[in-house]
């Protein structure tokens, strides 16, 4: 019988943001993967990088501001390095969490590329934030080289483009690791953008939304069930308002409806749900699970959270 594919989404919470924080996180979320290996599941994880490729990128930009005769790092490169040092600490916490169960298996971090449109509609409208806080001369100086710069309250600050995942480069990687029964943590920050060119691939200044990356992963590897560890325990309507209102269960449908009435917030719940709906489309056998890490962990992850299904 075929073990059940299950893709873990950690979130930023389930990271932490400095270092001392990522070591703490990692052991927790170490915890609730493992919970999963023991019920049989083959384990593919993916997770967030929000502030550690902003302080890569930032750290980065100083170095080459105070040594001129360095290349600036591009976008891509520090969507890189989040991948090698976040999978690091996750894949020793996770060994070492099996190792204390008396279970052995193997983990494994890919530096994972995914493809991207170049005529996505995002190019040309960049919303995600990056990177240090600029003085304006320094702003016009970046909006010279071609990049994208916006005002904050702190000052200005490079944006850039979201585009929706198109294909995953690592995927029979992914694969052939999750059939030698390895744990495999891969996408991580979303990927690393990058743009088909005839035989190669060329890092693209962009980011793509962690979520809709571990939807595609999930999808990719015909997972049974992606898990979406978040921020809050369970999908909310009329949230932050007192006529809030907690879902344990969730249909396709019933997401569309409350997706056209506004229900859920950009950039935070609104793509997890339109991930859910996209990665389950019209399966009856795959199921999302969004819930936040560490809840009630005593009844298990399967009692948690909000389940949506077909």
Known sequence: MRKKKIVIALGHDALGTTLPEQKHATKRAAKAVVDFIKEDYQVVISHSNGPQVGMIHTAMSEFCRIYPEYTPTPMSVCSAMSQGYIGYDLQNAIRTELLNRGIYKPVSTLLTQVTVDPYDEAFYHPTKIIGRVMTEEEAEAEEKKGNHVVKTQEGFRRIV???????????????????????????????????????????????????????????????????????????????????????????VSQAQKYIEEGQFEEGTMLPKIETAIEFIGNSAVRSVLITKLGTAEEEGMENQGTLIHK
Do not use: H, M, Y
């Open 161 to 251: 483009a979201a585009p929706k995942p198109v294909d995953i480069v690592e995927i029979d990687a992914v694969c052939a690791l999750l059939e030698a029964e390895q744990i495999v943590i891969a996408c991580g920050g979303g990927g690393i953008p990058v743009l088909a060119q005839k035989n190669c691939l060329k890092g693209a200044s962009a980011v793509i939304e962690k979520d809709s990356a571990a939807g595609k992963l999930a999808d990719l590897v015909d997972a049974q069930r992606l898990v979406i560890l978040t921020g809050v325990e369970k999908v909310c309507l009329n949230f932050g308002t007192e006529n809030q209102q907690r879902l344990d269960e969730l249909t």
